[in-house]
T-cell receptor, first 114, second 118 residues
Framework: DVKVTQSSRYLVKRTGEKVFLECVQD?????MFWYRQDPGLGLRLIYF???????EKGDIPEGYSVSREKKERFSLILESASTNQTSMYLC?????????????FGPGTRLTVT | AQTVTQSQPEMSVQEAETVTLSCTYD???????LFWYKQPPSRQMILVIR??????QNATENRFSVNFQKAAKSFSLKISDSQLGDTAMYFC???????????????FGKGTKLSVKP
């Protein structure tokens, strides 16, 4: 079974703090993604990566950065957390080319910025 | 740019009945996939069903089936014999295929919250 894990289920941070969200997958997937999920807005892509040390901006990259030093790990960084970054953050991974193109999701991190 | 629209923010259904969730999309692509993902309360998002655009036959997975109308750009999900465990957020998603067969990014609808009542 594919497993995608995220470092925290719940996180509370103060405005201005630097925040790290970690995601690890154990299936040797090339692709990794960070989404933000807000009620009534669905999932929006923040950043994605097709390979180690590669990153591409998604639809809402402002205020975020990412790091992929190893194939299995994809980190989302909030350089200076703000209250409008309070949200659920979902990580996902997938094969670059596959027969089904399924993305596998982690359990999510609910981040509250106060 | 592709867009995905789910027009029903919330729905409810009685246990054992059938319910249909709507999804429409907009694209000029010919080579793409469509998906329904399910997110149960406080649990991970999982894939329910997928449809390749070039296949005319509607996909089915046990109690889940789709009605794929390519010309109308419609992709609805039918859940038969609804069970309490079907209670979840359901997201419709679109993905175009890049050159060489690699996947493009998923574009999600805003979701439909389905409640199955006993």
């Amino acid at each position: 079974d594919v497993k995608v894990t995220q470092s925290s289920r719940y996180l509370v941070k103060r405005t201005g703090e630097k925040v790290f969200l970690e995601c690890v997958q154990d299936m040797d997937h090339e692709n990794m993604f960070w989404y933000r999920q807000d009620p009534g807005l669905g999932l929006r892509l923040i950043y994605f990566s097709y390979d180690v040390k590669m990153k591409e901006k998604g639809d809402i990259p402002e205020g975020y950065s990412v790091s992929r030093e190893k194939k299995e790990r994809f980190s989302l960084i909030l350089e200076s957390a703000s209250t409008n970054q309070t949200s659920m953050y979902l990580c996902a991974s997938s094969l670059r080319i596959s027969v089904d193109y399924e993305q596998y999701f982690g359990p999510g991190t609910r981040l509250t910025v106060t | 740019a592709q867009t995905v629209t789910q027009s029903q923010p919330e729905m409810s259904v009685q246990e054992a009945e059938t319910v249909t969730l709507s999804c429409t999309y907009d694209t000029s692509e010919n080579n793409y996939y469509l998906f329904w993902y399910k997110q149960p309360p406080s649990r991970q998002m999982i894939l329910v069903i997928r449809q390749e655009a070039y296949k005319q036959q509607n996909a089915t997975e046990n109690r889940f089936s789709v009605n794929f109308q390519k010309a109308a750009k419609s992709f609805s999900l039918k859940i038969s014999d609804s069970q309490l465990g079907d209670t979840a957020m359901y997201f419709c998603a679109f993905m175009r295929l890049e050159s060489g067969g690699s996947q493009g990014n998923l574009i999600f609808g805003k979701g439909t919250k389905l409640s199955v009542k006993p």
